[in-house]
C-alpha cells in the first residue's frame, strides 16, 4: 500500500477516535459501595502472555458475559473496549509489548483508561481488571486465530 492510499484509511480513523471520544463524554452519577472503597487506588493492571489481537478478543467475550458490565463500544485497531462498570464509564485497553529479547514471547499489557487517556485507577477499574485479569488466562484458548500459512502447497500428484 502507498502513502496515498493509506491516507484516507489514518482519516477515517482519527475520525471514528474523535466521535467515540465525544460519544463517551457525558458523565454518569457515581454510585460507591462498600465493595469499591476496600479495593486500593493503585492500578490493577497485569500482562499476559498472547498477542494482543487474541488478548483482544477475548477481552470483548469475557467482557459482554460479566454482570454489572455494559459494553458500549470497541475500536479493535486502538485495542480498546469503551465499557460502564459500576457506575463509572471507561476505557479497557490492550497494548502489544515490544519483544526484547529472542527468547521473549508475544506479551499484551492490560489496563483501564479514563475517557481522555490517562491510566485510570478507580476501585470501579481495578476490580473489572482483577475479573479479566482472573478470566482471561483461563480462557484465551478458546478465542485464539490461527495463524494461516503464506505458503502455497502444490498438490501432490499420483504416478500411474
Same mark, same amino acid.
Given at each position: 500500500?502507498?502513502?496515498? =492510499? ?6 477515517? +480513523? ?6 467515540? !471520544?465525544? !460519544? ?6 457515581? +454510585?460507591?459501595?462498600? @465493595?469499591?472503597?476496600?479495593?486500593e487506588a493503585e492500578s490493577a493492571e497485569f500482562t499476559i502472555a498472547a498477542s494482543m489481537n =487474541? ?5 470483548? @467475550?469475557?467482557? *459482554?458475559?460479566? =454482570?454489572? *458490565?455494559?459494553?458500549? +463500544?470497541?475500536? @479493535? ?5 469503551? *465499557? ?15 519483544? $526484547?529479547?529472542?527468547? =521473549?514471547?508475544?506479551? %499484551? ?9 490517562? @491510566? #485510570?485507577? +478507580?476501585? /470501579? /477499574? ?9 478470566? *482471561?488466562? $483461563? $480462557?484465551?484458548?478458546?478465542? %485464539? ?6 505458503? #502455497? %502447497? ?7
Amino acid at each position: 500500500m502507498n502513502r496515498a =492510499d493509506s491516507r484516507p484509511i489514518r482519516l477515517l +480513523s482519527l475520525a471514528a477516535l474523535i466521535l467515540f !471520544a465525544v !460519544a463517551c463524554s457525558l458523565k454518569e452519577p457515581k +454510585s460507591a459501595s462498600p @465493595q469499591d472503597e476496600a479495593i486500593e487506588a493503585e492500578s490493577a493492571e497485569f500482562t499476559i502472555a498472547a498477542s494482543m489481537n =487474541d488478548t483482544w478478543n477475548t477481552i470483548g @467475550q469475557v467482557l *459482554v458475559r460479566t =454482570d454489572g *458490565v455494559i459494553y458500549e +463500544s470497541r475500536a @479493535q485497531m486502538l485495542g480498546i473496549y469503551g *465499557v460502564r462498570y459500576r457506575g463509572e464509564r471507561f476505557l479497557i485497553c490492550t497494548q502489544a509489548l515490544v519483544i $526484547e529479547k529472542p527468547t =521473549d514471547g508475544l506479551r %499484551t499489557r492490560v489496563l483501564a483508561l479514563e475517557m481522555d487517556g490517562k @491510566q #485510570k485507577h +478507580s476501585p /470501579a /477499574a481495578n476490580a473489572l481488571l482483577e475479573v479479566l485479569k482472573r478470566r *482471561v488466562p $483461563e $480462557e484465551i484458548g478458546k478465542y %485464539t486465530l490461527p495463524i494461516a500459512s503464506k505458503v #502455497k %502447497t502444490k498438490p501432490v500428484r499420483k504416478k500411474r
